[in-house]
C-alpha cells in the first residue's frame, strides 16, 4: 500500500472535521456573544452592589470553573471516552448559558455561568484531542489552523449576533447559546470515538508537568491577560472615544474574530515559514502594537485600527500554543497537556478583568490598555530573547 494510499485511509470523513470545527466555535461564541449586552446588563443591575465588577465576571466567570474541571474533565475523558464526556458537556454549555433568558439577579447569573464554564471545558478539551487523534501528524497544523479560522468566524457570528439582540435587550444574546443543540445531534451521529492509547505508551508518555510545557501554559495565559481587555472593556472604551452603541462595539469586535479567521485558514503556510517560537513572538508583537493603538485613540477609526492589528495575535494564539503543546508531548499525555493548556487560557480569562480593574480605576480605560501593550512588548522581547539564545547555542554546538 503507498503512502498516499495510507494517509487517505487515514483521513477521517469530512462530517467528522465540519463537525468537530462547529463544537469548537461553541468556545469562542461562549465569551464573545454577551460582550455587547454589557452596558445595558450594567445598567440594569446598577442597584446591586458591586454591579460594576460582577457584570465583569458574568463574561469572564466561565474561565474560573474551566480552570478548575478541564484536568478533570480531560481525565475522565480518558477512560470513559471522549464523545461521551463531549455530548454532556455540550448539554451542560446549553442549559448554563441558556439560563441568562430567565435569571434575574446577578448571583444567579454567575451560578449559570459556572454551569457553562464546566461544559466549556469539556467542549474545548475534547474538542482538539478528538482533532487530533482522528487526523495524522502531518496534518496537525491543517487542522489547528481551521479550528482556529472556524472559532474567529464563530465568532464573528456570535458578535453580530449578540450585538442586534443586544440593541433590542441585554437578556436577547444569551439565546446565541441554543446552538449548541444541533451540534449535539451531529456529534452523536458524526464523530466516533478515537482508537484508544495503548496501555503502555499511555504509561511512558511525558509528564504535562514537565517544565517546556508549564512555560508554554503561562505563554497562553499571559497573551489572554492582555488581549482579554479587548472584549471586556472595548464596549465600555468604544463608548467613551467614539459613543459607539452595543451594535456598533458588536460589529468592531466581530471584526477582530474576522482577522483571527483570516489568520486560521492561512496558518499551515504561515507555520511553513516560522518556528513555533517566533509565531509566539510575533503574537505578542501584534498584542503590543494593538493595544497601544487603541489605548491612544482619540476615535473610533484609530480604535478599530488598534482593535484589528490585536485580532492577528488572537488568530496567531490558539493554532501557535496548541500546537506547540501538540508536537511537545507524545499521544498519550496529550489530553492532560491540553486539558492544562486550557485551563491556563480561561484562568486568564478570569485574571484579566481582575487586574485590570484597579488600574482602570487608577489610570483611567486608555493608560490600561497602553499598559498592557507594554506588557505584551515584553514578553514578546523575553520570547525572542530565548529563541535566538537556543539557536546561538545550537550553532555553537554544531561541528565546524
Known sequence: MTETMLTEVRRPPRSLLATLLGVSTMTIMASATITPALPGMERHFAAEAHAELLVRLVLTLP??????????????????????????????????GGSGLVLDSLPALLAGRALLGVGIAGVMTTSTALLADHHPVTEHGRVLGLQGAAMGFGGV????????????????PFAVYLLAVPLLVLVLRFVPEAVAQPAAEEATAESPWQPRLLGLYAVMF????????VPTQAPFWLAQVGGAGPAAAGALIAAVNLVMTLVGLNFPRLRTRWSFPGLATGMFAAFAAGLVVIGLAGGLATAAIGMVVVGLGIGLQNPTVNGWVVASVAPGARTKALGLLTSALFLGQFASPLLAQPVIDAAGLGRTYVFAGVLAALVAGVLAAAHLARRGRAVSGSPR
Open 157 to 172: 457570528v456570535a458578535l453580530l449576533l449578540g450585538g442586534l439582540l443586544a440593541a433590542a435587550g441585554w437578556r436577547g
Open 63 to 96: 474561565g474560573l470553573a474551566i480552570m478548575v474541571s478541564a484536568p478533570l474533565l480531560a481525565r475522565l475523558g480518558g477512560r470513559i471516552g471522549r464523545v461521551r464526556v463531549l455530548a454532556a458537556c455540550l448539554v451542560l454549555y446549553t442549559v448554563g
Open 222 to 229: 499571559l497573551g489572554v491577560v492582555v488581549f482579554y481587555t
